[in-house]
């Protein structure tokens, strides 16, 4: 799924941020017309990459992964690879 953050846009808005060094606040592309500056996604204002999807756009769902394997089970089988092992 996208990620909820940064709408999969990649890139976090900064708190009172700048014009971007990059477009000057124009959101184009410096070389390439028609194309959204690569820096501030289009933007305009300096941004960050994405922490909750780090830079991804995609959010990793990590609470269907705690669900479908318990920590209970998780734990037995490590004992149980230790167990072998010796
Ligand atoms: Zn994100
Ligand atoms: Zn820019």
Same mark, same amino acid.
């Given at each position: 799924?996208?990620?909820?953050?940064?709408?999969?846009?990649?890139?976090?808005?900064?708190?009172?941020?700048?014009? #971007?060094?990059? $477009?000057? &606040? !124009? +959101?184009?592309? @410096?070389?390439?017309?028609?194309?959204? #500056?690569?820096? $501030?996604? &289009? !933007? +305009?204002?300096? @941004?960050?990459?994405?922490?909750?999807?780090?830079?991804?756009?995609?959010?990793?769902?990590?609470?269907?992964?705690?669900?479908?394997?318990?920590?209970?089970?998780?734990?037995?089988?490590?004992?149980?690879?230790?167990?072998?092992?010796?």
């Amino acid at each position: 799924m996208l990620c909820t953050t940064c709408a999969g846009k990649k890139v976090q808005k900064v708190e009172n941020a700048d014009k #971007c060094p990059k $477009c000057y &606040g !124009t +959101g184009e592309h @410096s070389d390439v017309v028609g194309e959204i #500056c690569v820096q $501030c996604m &289009g !933007t +305009g204002v300096q @941004s960050i990459s994405c922490k909750t999807c780090n830079g991804d756009g995609i959010q990793q769902n990590t609470m269907t992964l705690s669900v479908t394997i318990p920590k209970s089970v998780d734990t037995g089988m490590l004992l149980r690879i230790r167990d072998k092992g010796h």
